[in-house]
């Protein structure tokens, strides 16, 4: 056990271009397919974890409300995993913090297990390897394993536990993009994605978008490491297609996008129509993430403004790797 049980680390969240839905091992988080992810810089949890002998529980406060229930059980899976690498036996406190707005429907699982698992790591007394890392913050949610890297990140699905993990394809400078997230509902709580991966296999349509992974894995790294606007923005929109055409044809049937996504979407592909660097993502909700070079990001903000429905953009560039602020 280090002499300083406590340490802090910040991760960021990512969006996926080539999405992570359905698992082969659901306790594992092992996933059926590869995936590759843009961190997002700005949009990030801070998180402080220290190990206390006298605290009976773990115990986790989110955005300074304390949390019980399933979320504490999800944060005590990763601590066990970690007092068990350690050896040790003493309860934590977990206090974390989202910068963005809540119910701005960006997921906070990604920077918050991976920030758990950097953060809670250190404090005791462990110091992980980034594939390390990676492995342990996708036993909270698979896209953790993402934010663990910085820049454009690959996760490999991996043949178990030991090989599923996530790295770098290239670092924040090499191609300055933007997401302009366009908020169009902050509404109610959708079917989560835990749930979510656990009936992509109910959906005739899975078995094709798994097959076909590796050559969309293939387009989209070549046109990251190509810095290939054109390429990109084909791949990922068929990409999103192609899991949200999974979803709805589950069963039962997962439908995320509400018409203002739908809006959003078809400006997007007439903008790109009319010569514009831009295109389109949706995870697991409403809102639409809409990517382009970070130069056109302002004229993007503005125009998704204009269409009704949209409630609100959130502009992020590429972020960097996880990170510990103290407690080193
Ligand atoms: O990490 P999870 O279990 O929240 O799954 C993320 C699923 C998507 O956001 C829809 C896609 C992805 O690859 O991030």
Redesign the pocket.
Known sequence: MSSNPTATAVACANI?FI???GNRDSALRLPVNG?I?MNLEGLVTRTTVSFQPSLPFDELVINGREVTGLGLERVSTILNLIREMAGIQERAEVITENNFPSGAGI?S??SAFAALALAGSRAAGLKLTEPELSRLARRG????ARSIPGGFVEWQAGTGDEDSFAFSIAAPEHWELADCVAIVSASHKKTG??EG?ALAPTSPLQEARVADAPRRLDLCRRAILERDFAALASIVELDSDM?HAVMMTSSPALHYWQPASLSVMQAVRQWRGEGLPVCYTV??GPNVHVLCPKAEAAGVEKKLREIGGVVDVLKAGVGGAAKIVNGD
Request: charged share 10%.
């Open positions: 996926a999405k992570y839905w995936s992810s997921a699982s990604a949610s698979g896209s953790a994605s835990t991966h899991m995870d697991a």
